[in-house]
């Protein structure tokens, strides 16, 4: 698991998300894939609530 932070722009304002993610490996008949998903969004949490789980990680 990780802290994924994402920047998109629209307009003038640039919006920042920032998500719980995990990364596994899929296999399929044309080789592995590493996938990604995501588990939570912490955008509105605090930014210590943030700070804590990056340091729980």
């Known amino acids: 698991m990780h802290i994924h932070r994402v920047k998109s722009k ?5 919006y920042t998300q920032i998500l719980l ?14 996938k990604k998903r995501t588990l939570l969004n912490l955008t509105k949490y605090p930014e210590s609530v943030i700070s804590a789980i990056e340091l729980a990680l």
């Open 10 to 14: 629209r307009g003038d304002k640039v």
């Open 21 to 34: 993610r995990e990364s596994y490996r899929e296999r399929g008949e044309h080789g592995s894939k590493v």
